[in-house]
């Protein structure tokens, strides 16, 4: 679900029936499209098109296409990783895959990891935009005689100040909500895509009119591995010696190109129904997008633009491509000016992808008991984990600040976080296969299984070779593992303390949401967020919440509205006039029940509404809340304390106590074993059997003929037996009518009591 502005409350009033009413809103209302979901990590993972294959040819050489390209395959693999992950855990991503197989320890330490990826993928987006801005205005500049070229200290300095702005501007746009930011995510994938086409388009006629040949082959002699891309094996043999070293130190080297699989994991959650099969959907668009997208780009660019000139575009790889094309300069400017437009845009979202990401790792963080609830409280007006999001952006402004708008620094950076956080999860899925085992609605694919025991081929490799690439960084990437090695020590250190601290006050970890609340005098659709004919569904007892379950299961996303209702019974003494605190009336007990409600309504991908209402009486406050609601149906479970026919008559006699008019109500008694019990509350007509239908249609032929030539119907009889039996009882012979009534019932459960 995402996060969107919570619904309004109603005015308070009193003497509505409804001594006190408790409206929850929580960080997660409602669910995105997968067309959503494939915009938030697309802006990510097509973002780095404009950057990963300038910075991989700055460190291997013209074979970078070839790499870059087995990176974006291979990324299909790590993404099926994701997809069992998710469907094992909606609340997902490495953190809760590691902890569930790893324990604890590496948890936080894979966590801390991604958390570097994070910090540090607005930045590296956010400053790569900025230099393509820079270098159109550079170009524009000199075009029109304006001035000479920028310096690289302008230049770069115009890069860290848009990050900054635009790192602003999301975090406002998530402070209001997700629902907001995937909006804008998938407008910009729109034009993206507009860009996209007419640059594939433009780039063959040059290939075809050139006759421009491909890239060197990715063979370990046609690397060119500069001191700067061996790092701390600059002065070892081995990449020399072995050709299978030297291929990982390229892919490490292209890595950049794989990102967005936790934030896919981590926008799973928000994923409307059906999940399981929406991220899916949503993993082939990425898929199909960016292989398209990030390799032809590398490929163009190695094949379009001269060697020599190639150099000075490595951080702005498109708008040198753009400048390289077949055709007239005023045209070629013109594209240049709409490639960077476009590449603001999306380089700006994945600024807020990387927002939305870890606001996702550290409320999962949370609420495992590792960081306070106090970060997940959520925003007063817009519902939002708003204290997670205004320390993620601060810790991104401060890393742009340092980068002094450097792309290559970051992405150095960038590497350690993203392949050793895919190599825990890799590894945690695996662990799980043995740990776990069991059938899984998804399997990374290739699995055989031996006298019983399964071998996972395929999530063991695509493992494996996460963490060759991984060990391979840490040796040629040494500022990255020196920074993202104290980054993640650092934040280990934070999660340790905190959780200990927490143990240390008693606070035993139950993992919930966290709510707003807001005391009303008054319970309405607009209060709650739900339109009128809404389900109204009772919960008391969080280990029975199937009847929850199965309305969410047959309900269609948008069609109709389901709202949770829990009543808290007052004692006499306490519903006098005298107000209640919000915490009088929501505590632990209805934290855990809405906590629980929420993560079914999660799993299935449907929204739902909380509120909380104080009545004396339980029947007496659901019947309220349905008629302040404008309820259709009622959805209760079975009583555990009557019988079936009992419960309803004590719904019954309770809805004959409300006030005129009374609203009629399909009532639904659900059972654990998945019957269920249909009643009507009000006037309706009766559920009539063969035997009352076939008495009725008996009597009607016989009074058919004694009353001749008047004419007579079915219901005329039903209405003159009804009338006989109220004048008999208004003649003062109601105890002969209800004697006979009695023996009427007792013979009838004579015939159906089965014979000894």
């Not at 409320?363 to 306070?372: F, I, T």
């Amino acid at each position: 679900m995402s996060s969107t502005p919570k619904s309004p409350a109603a005015a308070g009033s009193r003497g509505n029936g409804i001594p006190r009413v408790i409206v929850a809103t929580t960080a997660l209302l409602t669910f995105i499209s997968f067309w959503r979901a494939a915009a938030i990590v697309l802006n990510d993972l097509a973002s780095s098109a404009y950057y990963a294959g300038g910075e991989a040819e700055g460190y291997i050489g013209k074979t970078a296409p070839w790499f870059i390209l087995a990176i974006m395959l291979f990324s299909y693999a790590v993404r099926a990783v994701y997809v069992e992950s998710c469907s094992m855990f909606v609340r997902g991503g490495v953190y809760r895959a590691v902890k569930m197989s790893l324990g604890g320890t590496l948890a936080k330490f894979s966590v801390s990891a991604l958390m570097f990826d994070y910090i540090l993928t607005g930045p590296i987006s956010g400053v790569a935009a900025g230099q393509y801005l820079a270098g159109l205005i550079n170009d524009l500049l000199q075009y029109f005689h304006v001035s000479g070229p920028l310096s690289a200290g302008s230049v770069d300095f115009v890069a860290a100040s848009f990050a900054i702005v635009v790192t602003l501007y999301f975090w406002w746009q998530n402070t209001k909500g997700v629902a907001e930011s995937s909006e804008k995510a998938l407008h910009i994938m729109k034009l993206v895509t507009v860009m996209v086409v007419l640059l594939i388009a433009w780039c063959i006629y040059t290939v075809a009119v050139r006759h421009s040949a491909l890239p060197p082959l990715p063979h370990p002699r046609n690397l060119r591995l500069s001191a700067s891309a061996l790092g701390w094996l600059a002065h070892s043999s081995l990449p020399h010696m072995f050709g299978i070293i030297a291929i990982f130190i390229a892919l490490g080297h292209s890595v950049l190109a794989m990102s967005g699989e936790e934030s896919l994991a981590q926008v799973y959650r928000e994923i409307e129904s059906p999940k399981l099969p929406n991220l899916k959907k949503a993993g082939l668009v990425i898929f199909i997008y960016s292989l398209v997208f990030t390799s032809l780009v590398s490929f163009f660019a190695v094949m379009i633009i001269p060697d020599d000139v190639r150099q000075h575009f490595l951080e702005n790889l498109i708008g040198g491509l753009a400048m390289n094309l077949e055709g007239p300069l005023i045209a070629r400017l013109i594209f240049h000016a709409f490639v960077v437009v476009v590449g603001t845009f999306i380089l700006a979202g994945a600024v807020n992808t990387a927002i939305v990401g870890s606001n996702g790792v550290l409320n999962r963080v949370s609420e495992d008991g590792v960081l306070s609830a106090w970060f997940r409280q959520p925003h007063r007006r817009f519902g939002t984990s708003y204290r997670i999001i205004n320390i993620v952006v601060a810790l991104q402004i401060i890393t742009i600040i340092i980068s002094h708008g450097d792309v290559t620094f970051l992405a150095n950076l960038y590497a350690f976080g993203v392949i050793w956080s895919f190599a825990m999860n890799g590894l945690a899925v695996l662990v799980l296969r043995y740990t776990s085992p069991g059938q899984r609605e998804f399997q990374v694919r290739f699995n055989f299984t031996i006298r019983g025991v399964q071998i996972p081929v395929g999530l063991g490799l695509i493992t494996l070779t996460l963490f060759l690439i991984a060990i391979v960084n840490l040796f040629t990437k040494p500022i990255a593992t020196m920074a993202g090695g104290a980054f993640s020590i650092l934040l280990y250190i934070v999660f340790t303390i905190s959780e200990r601290r927490g143990k240390r006050g008693g606070a035993a970890h139950v993992e919930m949401d966290q709510f707003n609340l807001e005391l009303e005098g008054e319970l309405t659709p607009e209060a709650v967020g739900a339109r009128p004919g809404n389900i109204l569904v009772p919960i008391s007892n969080h280990y029975a919440l199937y009847h929850l379950g199965n309305v969410l299961d047959r309900i269609k996303p948008g069609r109709r509205d389901v709202v949770v209702l829990h009543v808290r019974l007052l004692r006499r003494s306490a519903s006098g006039e005298n107000e209640l605190e919000a915490d009088q009336l929501f505590g632990s007990i209805e934290q855990h029940l809405f906590s629980q409600a929420l993560s079914m309504a999660e799993k299935r991908g449907k929204s739902i509404r909380l509120a909380v209402v104080a009545a004396n009486d339980l029947w007496d406050g659901i019947l309220r809340a349905a008629t302040s609601l404008q309820s259709s149906t009622i959805v209760v479970g079975r009583s555990t304390k009557e019988s079936n026919e009992e419960q309803a008559r004590q719904i019954g006699e309770a809805w004959e106590k409300l006030g005129d008019p009374k609203p009629q109500f399909n009532l639904e008694i659900h059972l654990p074993n998945g019957d269920k019990l249909y009643k009507v509350l009000g006037p309706h007509a009766p559920n009539l059997t063969a035997n009352e239908v076939n008495l009725l249609h008996r009597l009607w032929l016989r009074f058919s003929d004694a009353v001749a030539p008047q004419e007579i119907h079915h219901h005329d009889v039903v209405h003159f037996a009804l009338e006989e039996v109220q004048k008999e009882v208004d003649e003062g012979h109601e105890d002969i009518v209800v004697n006979r009534l009695r023996a009427h019932l007792e013979a009838n459960q004579k015939k159906k009591a089965p014979k000894a």
